[in-house]
């Protein structure tokens, strides 16, 4: 039998601090309705029992499907896009054992869900198959309709999400707005008092899906993103499927282009805030899910690496004894622990900032709050995206690696887990756009105050330990304070990177620190992750100063070399 239901991913979904979460989705235990829940204990047993059973469907029924999806991908024929059968049949099993719409309110038939917890169901998935994450995942647009659709456009749409009748799909990008989506042009045109949408958008996961949320220009005229509003937009015949990408991985997932021929559409919450307020929204589910794909992917990369280092033998041992070997288990384990607190802990903090969200709407004065989480969880979504699908990358390559010549051929998994990681660090968000939305919190001072409670922590059996990462936390500081001395803005963007690296691997030790106090036999990991954080936050902290001694407020001499 095999579960991925594992125990690392029992340990931290036991440090996650719930309970104002649940109390908040379960009306303080006071519902009446049959499937409420009426106590903590019986939240957090049912949790685990979902998560259980989640981890077993992951592991004994999407898993020996996953080499199927990857080989046949999808198919587009006379205008209709078919998934690959097993993916049919993956999402057939999660409709009918409930997962669908899982973080969606029960009165529409969803399982009232923390986000934290439906996050560890969408890294099992990942492990299994990382596109079909895609499908699953994309239930973020019924999440979305519920924060800001209409009474009656969720009552229409909602329980069909939660029933797995419909799938969804996010239609963001277009040939000419990537990154940069204050430049999306597709046009929304308002007739008689309806909308209808115009023009192109592309890469579009599950573009054939039944339900897009789709961000357009409404306003006419405009160029900025205050001119953009976000519709909700039906299948219809005058939305067309141009093509689906032939790509390097997560086949199962088909990526489209679509032609909007003045389709019928809704708009969703007020006009011009569609970029502003409701894509910030859905890209950070998004983003959260798409950071618990790559820890997913990066789990099932570190095990074949594991497996396999044990069944090969050269010269005349086991590879797994060889230190050139043990030494990428060691940094694939370490940097897998250490993120996976890191992820929980944002699913977390974005649970936080809805239970304000929800109470702000309710007219309760919580506006101080609903400040402090959302910048707490705007600062972790994309800290979490930057480290996670940079470390599946990794992973994957060094598993690759390990397995040597066999790791290049299609008889193993683990090619197709370096194709399937290669998107993560690439869509929501490329890595670097992730530097530019966690930078802020550095330069503000967020950063600084998360960190504080490291100095004060109560550690018996890691004092030392302890020592070394206030002295790792100073060295940090010093290096955002000798950044931000400089006045070139260039030189800021130029070394935000190290930056947000030096503040991922502290932000993670400051979790790690108190999970292996009262875990003696995370000890180990935590000490190798000290050990390696020491050198990477050295070798940082000289890169930005060399850099600053070299070229200094020069530093956009750098680029001369390359402009044509
Ligand atoms: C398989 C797949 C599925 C996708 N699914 C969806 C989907 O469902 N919905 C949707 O709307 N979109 C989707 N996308 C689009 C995806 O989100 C974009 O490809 C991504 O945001 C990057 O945009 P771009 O490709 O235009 O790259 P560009 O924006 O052209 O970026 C090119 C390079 O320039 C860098 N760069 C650009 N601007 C900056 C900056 N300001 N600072 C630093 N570096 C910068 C980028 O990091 C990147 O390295 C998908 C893409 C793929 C490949």
């Not at 798409?290 to 396999?308: K, M, N, P």
């Not at 304000?356 to 800290?383: H, I, N, Q, S």
């Not at 480290?387 to 990358?393: G, H, K, P, Y």
């Not at 109560?458 to 950044?483: G, Y």
């Amino acid at each position: 039998m095999s579960n991925y239901y594992n125990s690392s991913r029992k340990l931290h979904f036991s440090q996650l601090e719930l309970e104002p979460v649940v109390r908040d989705l379960e009306h303080e235990f006071k519902s009446k309705g049959a499937d409420s829940l009426g106590s903590m204990e019986e939240a957090l047993t049912w949790y685990d029992m979902l998560l259980n059973n989640a981890g077993e469907i992951a592991g004994e029924f999407i898993a020996p499907r996953a080499e199927a999806v990857d080989e046949k991908g999808c198919k587009l024929e006379d205008g209709t896009v078919s998934w690959a059968q097993e993916t049919q049949e993956n999402m057939d099993m999660l409709a009918q054992s409930g997962y669908m719409g899982a973080m969606l309110e029960r009165r529409f038939g969803g399982l009232a869900m923390p986000v934290s917890v439906n996050n560890i169901i969408v890294e099992m998935i990942s492990q299994a198959d990382a596109s079909l994450m895609n499908l699953y995942g994309l239930q973020d647009i019924a999440v979305t309709l519920q924060k800001f659709g209409t009474e009656e456009q969720k009552q229409r749409v909602l329980p069909k999400f939660a029933k797995g009748e419909v799938s969804g799909a996010m239609a963001l990008t277009e040939p000419d707005a990537g990154s940069d989506l204050q430049a999306v042009s597709l046009k929304a045109i308002e007739k008689d008092g309806k909308w209808y949408l115009d023009g192109v958008k592309r890469f579009i996961t599950n573009g054939s899906g039944d339900v897009l949320l789709v961000l357009a220009r409404s306003e006419a005229g405009t160029t900025s993103g205050r001119g953009l509003s976000m519709f909700l937009c039906e299948k219809s015949p005058e939305i067309v499927v141009r093509r689906i990408e032939n790509k390097l991985g997560i086949h199962g997932s088909p990526t489209c282009e679509l032609q909007f021929n003045m389709a019928p559409a809704e708009l969703v919450g007020k006009r011009k805030f569609g970029l502003i307020k409701y894509v910030m929204s859905l890209m950070n589910g998004a983003r959260l899910a798409v950071s618990a794909q790559a820890l997913g992917i990066a789990q099932a990369a570190f095990e074949e690496a594991v497996e396999y280092a044990n069944e090969r033998e050269q010269f005349g041992k086991r590879i797994v004894e060889i230190p050139a070997v043990y030494q990428m288990l060691k940094s694939m384990q370490a940097e897998i622990e250490t993120s996976r607190a890191l992820l929980y802990q944002t699913g977390l903090a974005v649970d936080m900032m809805e239970i304000y969200e929800r109470k702000a709407k309710a007219g309760e004065k919580v506006k101080t709050e609903l400040r402090a989480a959302t910048a707490l969880a705007d600062f972790l979504t994309p800290l979490s995206k930057f480290t996670i699908s940079e470390l599946a990358n990794r992973a994957a390559y060094d598993s690759l690696q390990i397995h040597g010549g066999v790791g290049y051929m299609k008889d193993f998994k683990v090619e197709r887990l370096l194709r399937d990681a290669r998107i993560t660090n690439i869509y929501e968000g490329t890595t670097q756009l992730q530097v530019v939305a966690a930078i802020g919190a550095l330069v503000k001072g967020l950063f600084e105050k998360e960190m504080e409670e490291v100095r004060s922590m109560e550690l018996t059996s890691l004092k030392k330990e302890q020592k070394e990462v206030i002295s790792l936390l100073d060295k940090t500081l010093s290096a955002i304070a000798s950044v931000h001395e400089m006045e070139s803005l260039e030189f800021h963007d130029y070394t935000a990177t190290y930056l947000v690296e030096m503040a991922s691997i502290l932000y993670r030790l400051k979790l790690y620190l108190p999970i292996a106090e009262q875990n003696p036999d995370k000890r180990n990991i935590l000490k190798f992750f000290l050990m390696e954080s020491d050198a990477r936050i050295r070798y940082l902290e000289n890169r930005i100063f060399h850099l600053k001694e070299q070229y200094g407020e020069n530093i956009d001499r750098l680029k001369d070399d390359f402009l044509k």
